[in-house]
């Protein structure tokens, strides 16, 4: 399983663009790379999910470029409600999936 | 469509008792899992369903069980609780476990605590 590597707290102000780079250099050829957003005492909420180059939703682009080793959440002019945990996660199928600790994102007003 | 429902919130149990955790989810999907969530750290699956009469155990199954008689239901049963095994259990759905689209639907979770 592939293993990733992301910064374990990251602080931006409101309006600000925000990116998170995630490391998963052992990624597999048919691996998916998948963001997930939670809450305090709240389950896991998917964000965007990607294979390569960009995907684009109504919250948030992943970039991935083509080596497919790191990928970068984008969160455009976040607010205070955006403070939560961020994690990326690698794999083919859901029961691949495996969750680290995670990137504590703190917004400030 | 009331998504994927945990039964209970809360709950503290005593050292060696039981309990059955409740999760179902009303979306017709095909894969469930339950994971744990310690203080401080990410989710660690326990065990996981492709579909009804099928198991498979995750990264951390030793002291659960599992069973998938119906597409809606997944309970997981703590057969002889240990402090260790306090924590937050979240239960997920996905449409499917083989596909590669693999957004999961989250539970709002259960909080347990073993003295």
């Known amino acids: 399983l592939a293993k990733t590597t992301q910064p374990i707290s990251m602080d931006s102000y409101e309006g600000q663009e925000v990116n998170i780079t995630c490391s998963h250099n052992n990624i597999a050829t048919n691996d998916y790379i998948t963001w997930y957003q939670q809450f305090p005492s709240q389950g896991p909420r998917f964000i965007i999910q990607g294979y390569k180059t960009k995907v684009t939703n109504e919250v948030a682009s992943l970039f991935i470029p083509a080596d497919r080793k790191s990928s970068t959440l984008s969160l455009p002019r976040v607010s205070l409600s955006d403070t939560a945990v961020y994690y990326c996660?690698?794999?083919?199928?859901?029961?691949?999936?495996?969750f680290g600790s995670g990137t504590q994102l703190t917004v400030l007003p | 469509n009331a998504g994927v429902t945990q039964t209970p919130k809360f709950q503290v149990l005593k050292t060696g008792q039981s309990m059955t955790l409740q999760c179902a989810q009303d979306?017709?999907?095909?894969?469930m899992s339950w994971y744990r969530q310690d203080p401080g750290m990410g989710l660690r699956l326990i065990h996981y369903s492709v579909g009804a009469g099928i198991t498979d155990q995750g990264e951390v199954p030793n002291g659960y069980n599992v069973s998938r008689s119906t597409t809606e239901d997944f309970p997981l049963r703590l057969l002889s609780a240990a402090p260790s095994q306090t924590s937050v259990y979240f239960c997920?759905?996905?449409?499917?476990?083989?596909?590669?689209?693999?957004?999961?639907?989250f539970g709002p979770g259960t909080r347990l605590t073993v003295l």
């Open positions: 996660l690698v794999g083919g199928s859901a029961r691949q999936l495996t």
């Open positions: 997920a759905s996905s449409l499917t476990g083989t596909g590669h689209y693999n957004e999961q639907f």
């Open positions: 979306m017709n999907h095909e894969y």
